[in-house]
């Protein structure tokens, strides 16, 4: 499944504004969720090598502005329950660390 080229920027946007409410860096982030800098950095321009990884790094932000005292930015596409959708794996969501 693919997102319109209007959803793919407002996802960009969502997440670089949920990655600067949190005032996290993104050598956290990496060490965090068991990747590389250059992996996040590719993540937030949505090149991910797997779906679910755009997902881990939606949950571990909003959980950090959270954590911050602030409200999340919403995402208009990746809404809804990531467990129902058919071509995500959910186990490795949950699981909140990206290989």
């Known amino acids: 499944m693919s ?12 997440l670089r504004e949920n990655f600067e409410k949190a005032g996290v860096s993104v050598s956290q982030v990496a060490e965090d969720l068991g990747t590389s800098e250059t992996y ?9 090598r797997r779906y679910e990884d755009t997902w881990i790094l939606k949950n571990y932000l909003c959980e950090k502005v959270r954590e911050a005292g602030d409200i999340p930015t ?11 959708i058919w ?6 969501i949950d699981g909140g660390r990206i290989f």
């Open 40 to 48: 996040i950095e590719q993540l937030l321009r949505l090149e991910p």
């Open 74 to 84: 919403p995402f208009t596409a990746l809404g809804g329950d990531y467990h129902v």
């Open 3 to 14: 997102l319109t080229a209007q959803q793919q920027d407002d996802t960009r946007r969502e």
């Open 87 to 92: 071509f995500l794996d959910p186990t490795y």
